[in-house]
Nanobody
């Protein structure tokens, strides 16, 4: 199983980006999936998560600006609006099974700068 993240790039403050994460292979019994990010010199932090039942969680810093979603093929998306310089980081997608097995994507860079 591999997760392929895409959609990162450079954008000005206030702009938008949409990240995608596609899974190759079959993942059984998904518990949750989502996005983490890591900025230089900082710990990796959870950004958004979507549970198997559809409930979502967001970091306080992105609530109201980011939206996580997924499709029937378990491709997940992170719509990021009103981006701020502090959103600059490498974004990693993950999938976690009910057996606590975690798959990570390779990371995609998001840079917010004027």
């Amino acid at each position: 199983v591999q997760l392929q993240a895409s959609g990162g790039g450079s954008v000005q403050p206030g702009g938008s980006l949409r990240l995608s994460c596609a899974a190759s292979g079959i993942i059984f019994s998904i518990n949750d999936m989502g996005w983490y990010r890591q900025a230089p010199g900082k710990q990796r932090e959870m950004v958004a998560r979507i549970w198997s039942g559809g409930d979502t969680n967001y970091a306080d810093s992105v609530k109201g600006r980011f939206t996580i979603s997924r499709d029937a093929k378990n491709t997940m998306y992170l719509q990021m609006n009103s981006l701020k310089p502090e959103d600059t980081a490498v974004y990693y997608c993950y999938v976690r099974t009910i057996y606590d097995q975690i798959y990570w994507g390779q990371g995609t860079q998001v840079t917010v700068s004027s």
